[in-house]
C-alpha cells in the first residue's frame, strides 16, 4: 500500500473535531495533540500534512518526521473518526511511517538500535534467544511438544524485562493451576514484530510474521495465549497480511475468564479493594476486549470495580505507544500520571492492568519518577546499544533513588498477577 492508496481516506477529513475529545464526556482524547498544542499534532492536522504531500505542498523532510513519529498510536482518534466519518485516520500515519522508513527519514535515532537488534538477533532487547526460557523453573520440560493444546507465546518483553518476568510466572501458575496442557516456545520464539511494526519497518515486520506463522501453525496447536497486549493484537490482526494463522489466539484476560467459567480454575480468596480499570490501547480498540477483564475482576470477593471517566473506547492511553517511553520518556509519564490521577479521581485505592508489559513499565516510571533516567538512558543507547539490556536492571536499581517516595497514592497491579494471587 502506498499513500496514495490512502487518497479516498485523506480527502474526506470534514474537519469535525471528533479526533480530538471523547464523545461521551467532552475530554482530551489525543495525547499528542495535548501535549504539544498545534493541529499538527492532532489527527487532523496529520491528514493535512499527508494531503499537502499528495498535492506536491509539502516534502518529505524531518519536519515531516516529527509530526508523525510524535504520536502514541493509541487509536483513540481512529476509534471517534470512524464511528463519526466511517474513517481510519490510523492507517494514513502508518503509512506515512512505513514511506519515511524508505526515505531515510526514520525510524527516530533513539530507536534505531531495536531494529538492528530485531534483524539481528529476532528480538529487540540486544540479547541472544537463547536466553529465552530462564524464568522458567523446568525450562525443557515446558518446551511445546507437537499436538499440544495451547501454546504460550510469551513476548519479548515477559522474557526480556526484570520487571515484567512477574506476569510471565504468573500466567504459567494459573495455566498450571488449571490443569491446561501447554508450552512455549523457548529459543525458537521470534519476536512477534510488533516494536519494528509501530516505527513502520515493514519489511522486518513481514519476515518476524511469516516466521512465527510458519513454525506455530507446524505445531498443531489449538489455542495460542499471549499475557501482552501488543503480541495477541498482531497475532489477530497483523499477521494475516502475510501469511493465515491456524489456533485461535486469546489474551490471557480472555483465556482465564474462560477457565473459570468451565470450573477449571477456581478463586479461592477475597480481595478487599476498590479497584479500577485501565484499558491499553492494544486490547482494547485495537482488538475489541473490554468486558473480559472486568468481568473477570467482578469474579474476585470483596473487589469494588469503579470506573474512570474515560474508559473503554475512550480510554485515556497510558502515553508509552508509538515507541515513546523511549524518544520522548517525559511526556510518556506525564500522559501516564494523567491516567493516574483520574483513577485517583474515580476512587480507586488501586489501579489493575489486564496484562499489558509496556502500560505496567510506564505507570511505574510514572509513579517512581524516573523519566530522567529514562531520557539518559535513551540517549546511552543511542550511542552504546549494548546498554539495553540492562534496562530492567536499571529500572530497578535506579527507580528508588530518583524519587523516595510515590508521585501518586495509588498501586498499579498487573491482572494476571491478581488472579495468581487469589487462585
Known amino acids: 500500500m502506498a499513500l496514495e492508496d490512502l487518497k479516498s481516506q485523506i480527502y474526506h477529513c470534514s474537519k469535525c473535531g471528533s479526533c480530538r475529545v471523547a464523545y461521551r464526556q467532552s475530554l482530551p482524547t489525543c495525547p499528542a495533540g495535548e501535549k504539544f498544542g498545534f493541529e499538527s499534532f492532532f489527527a487532523i492536522g496529520k491528514n493535512a500534512i499527508a494531503r499537502a504531500i499528495l498535492e ?12 508523525v513519529y510524535n504520536c502514541t498510536l493509541c487509536g483513540a482518534c481512529d476509534a471517534h473518526c470512524y464511528a463519526a466519518m466511517g474513517l481510519h485516520p490510523l492507517e494514513t500515519y502508518m503509512e506515512m511511517r512505513r514511506e519515511l522508513v524508505k526515505r531515510g527519514l526514520g525510524p527516530p535515532p533513539q530507536v534505531k538500535p531495536l ?16 536466553n529465552r526460557g530462564k524464568w522458567l523453573k523446568k525450562k525443557e520440560e515446558k518446551k511445546i511438544k507437537q499436538g499440544q493444546e495451547v501454546l504460550f507465546f510469551v513476548g519479548c518483553s515477559l ?54 506463522v510458519e513454525a506455530i501453525n507446524k505445531l498443531g496447536v489449538k489455542t495460542i495465549i499471549a499475557s501482552c497486549t501488543a503480541c495477541q ?7 494475516s497480511k502475510y501469511a493465515q494463522l491456524e489456533p485461535e489466539v486469546l489474551h490471557i484476560t480472555e483465556f482465564a475468564l474462560r477457565l473459570l467459567k468451565e ?58 505507544g ?16 494523567a491516567r493516574l490521577e483520574e483513577a485517583i479521581n474515580a476512587g480507586a485505592k488501586e ?15 510514572a509513579l517512581h519518577g524516573y523519566a530522567n533516567m529514562a531520557k539518559a538512558y535513551g ?29 501518586a497514592d495509588i498501586e498499579v497491579i498487573d491482572s494476571t498477577e491478581l488472579l495468581d494471587q487469589v487462585t
Open 263 to 320: 470450573d477449571k480454575l477456581k478463586i479461592k480468596k477475597e480481595y478487599k479493594k476498590t479497584i479500577t480499570v485501565h484499558d491499553p490501547c492494544m486490547l482494547g480498540r485495537y482488538t475489541g476486549v473490554y468486558e473480559e477483564p472486568r468481568e473477570l475482576l467482578k469474579m474476585i470477593p470483596g473487589i469494588e470495580l469503579v470506573e474512570m471517566e474515560r474508559n473503554r473506547e475512550e480510554a485515556w492511553c497510558c502515553g508509552a
Open 159 to 212: 522474557e526480556f524485562d526484570a520487571n515484567a518476568n512477574s506476569i510471565a510466572k504468573a500466567t504459567a501458575s494459573i495455566l498450571d493451576k488449571a490443569g491446561v496442557d501447554w508450552g512455549v516456545l523457548g529459543e525458537d520464539e521470534v519476536c512477534c514484530g510488533f516494536p519494528v511494526y509501530e516505527l513502520g519497518e515493514e519489511e522486518e515486520f513481514a519476515r518476524l510474521a511469516k516466521k512465527n
Open 379 to 407: 540517549a546511552v543507547l543511542e550511542k552504546a546499544p549494548v546498554a539495553m539490556k540492562f534496562l530492567g536492571t536499571a529500572q530497578k536499581l535506579s527507580s528508588p533513588f530518583m524519587k523516595m517516595r510515590k508521585t
Open 322 to 337: 508509538g515507541s515513546q517511553v523511549l524518544c520522548n520518556p517525559e511526556w510518556s509519564s506525564e500522559t501516564a500520571s
Open 115 to 130: 531494529v538492528d537488534s530485531t534483524k539481528a538477533n529476532d528480538n529487540p532487547f540486544m540479547t541472544s534467544n537463547k
Open 233 to 239: 493484537m498482531v497475532m489477530k490482526k497483523l499477521w
Open 351 to 365: 489501579m489493575v492492568v489486564p496484562s499489558c508489559p509496556t502500560c505496567m513499565m510506564n505507570f511505574d516510571m
Open 56 to 67: 506536491g505542498d509539502l516534502e518529505w523532510n524531518e519536519k515531516t518526521a516529527e509530526r
